[in-house]
């Protein structure tokens, strides 16, 4: 075990630290509604061990923690490789700051001082071992807030990408393998999406490639597979970043079973725990 510290981070390996190698970085977020983005991150990650752990001071967690099934609070670290032996690091982000989801410019003024500090660490970290492309994993979160209704959505089975390096007029949009026509629409972001893909343009060191939104689409269903699948199929087909599928099907059964729960606490690969109560999920 090694530890490295930043200012607002520290990193402990849990092994061997990686030598420095191009390395696409991943980012996700377990907690957006739907879970789509914490099924296609599980699938992902598959059955691997972390290789590193994220505390920081800044980090959102809760104060209560259950046992004999605790709640994990770090980021975790996993490592893949493509299907080309080109290395992939996958970083899962448990929580985020609280937004009040609102267009309200003041609605959320404490976002940026408790994100910025930890992506920048991190991405500062993450520079001595290769890290030159990001992509945040994400989905249309905000797609059925009223406040948001006359904003850009993203159809089934499509996903959209936005390069922060490039700062084009338009998105890109897919189906499947396929681009398609777009039309100059706005699309709605979460501040955690946007502060990450900004901070690694401006903090990556090597000579970075991309650093890039994947969204995918939101659903107003419980637990939405659909969009989780999207998101995988896109990442084997344009990344060649194969999935587990045992992963993927045994955290569906694990966030299925909270349906018709007024209360449940799980054991998420010894990850998390979700509440579930009379206003739903807790989460974006």
């Known amino acids: 075990m090694q530890i490295e510290q930043r200012m607002d981070a520290d990193m402990i390996w849990s092994d061997t630290i990686p030598e420095k190698e191009p390395t696409h970085l991943i980012v996700y977020h377990m907690e957006e509604h739907g879970y789509a983005t914490a099924l296609a991150g599980a699938g992902l990650c598959g059955d691997n061990e972390p290789i590193a752990k994220i505390y920081s001071k800044l980090q959102t967690n809760p104060a209560l ?30 929580r985020v700051y609280p937004v009040n989801i609102s267009t309200q410019e003041q609605a959320n003024p404490n976002v940026w001082l408790y994100t910025y500090p930890i992506v920048r660490d991190i991405v500062l970290m993450l520079n001595q071992y290769g890290v030159n492309r990001l992509t945040y994993m994400t989905t249309n979160v905000f797609n059925f807030h009223p406040e948001f209704r006359d904003y850009a959505k993203i159809e089934h089975g499509h996903v959209i990408k936005y390069n922060f390096l490039e700062f084009a007029d338009e998105v890109t949009k897919y189906y499947g393998d396929l681009e398609m026509e777009q039309k100059a629409l706005d699309y709605v972001i979460a501040p955690n999406v946007w502060i990450w893909c900004d901070v690694f343009g401006s903090f990556c060191t090597n000579a970075p490639m991309c650093s890039e939104i994947l969204m995918g689409p939101a659903s107003q269903t419980m637990l939405d597979t659909d969009t989780a699948d999207t998101l995988l199929n896109h990442f084997s087909t344009n990344y060649g970043v194969d999935y587990d599928e045992d992963s993927l099907l045994n955290l569906t059964v694990k966030l299925t079973s909270l349906n018709n729960t007024s209360f449940v606490s799980i054991d998420l690969e010894d990850e998390s725990h979700f509440d579930f109560g009379e206003e739903g999920f807790e989460g974006l």
């Open 65 to 94: 923690n259950y046992i004999p099934e605790p709640y994990w609070p770090e980021y975790r670290l996993y490592e893949t490789r493509t299907r080309d032996d080109n290395r992939v690091f996958i970083l899962r982000v448990p």
